[in-house]
């Protein structure tokens, strides 16, 4: 019986797979976030929506969309569960009202305090420094936007 030659087919491993490693860090990083954040009664993109609007309030759908690469068929009804938490208020925009603003509720600008602990748990919880995850954002942003640029 003839053997296969295994360097053939040794670049579909999965331990060989970029993207593997990077959807399974993904998936403990967000099992990571978990507990931290049902404190504050959020999911994980809700979370990310938050970080956007503690940053800026006020802004509109499509602007928060850009920022965190979601298309508003995703974001609204998560935006929806948001405004019926009480966190956010959804307001069709003066200037055009084909637009949606949103903007913080007293409970979501309190719950910026309560979120500012979660950060140092996570690089905790990760093993490395601050710098060496500075530069893994970096080059995973990198990465990110070469690939964006791909799909244009």
Known sequence: M??????NTDFLSLDKQFCFALYSASLAMTKTYKPLLDEL?????QYLVMLVLWQQDGLL????GEKLFLDSG???PLLKRLEAADIITRQRDLED???VRIQLRPNGHAMKRL???IPREILCASGQDASQ?????SQLQGL???LHANLD
Request: hydrophobic content about 30%; aromatic content about 4%; charged content about 40%.
């Open 61 to 64: 759908v499509k602007e928060i």
């Open 144 to 146: 990110r936007d070469a």
């Open 41 to 45: 009664g959020l999911t994980y993109p």
């Open 74 to 76: 995703t974001l609204t």
């Open 97 to 99: 009202e084909r637009q």
């Open 133 to 137: 995850l500075a530069q893994l954002r």
């Open 2 to 7: 003839k053997k296969k030659s295994s360097t």
């Open 115 to 117: 979120a500012e602990k």
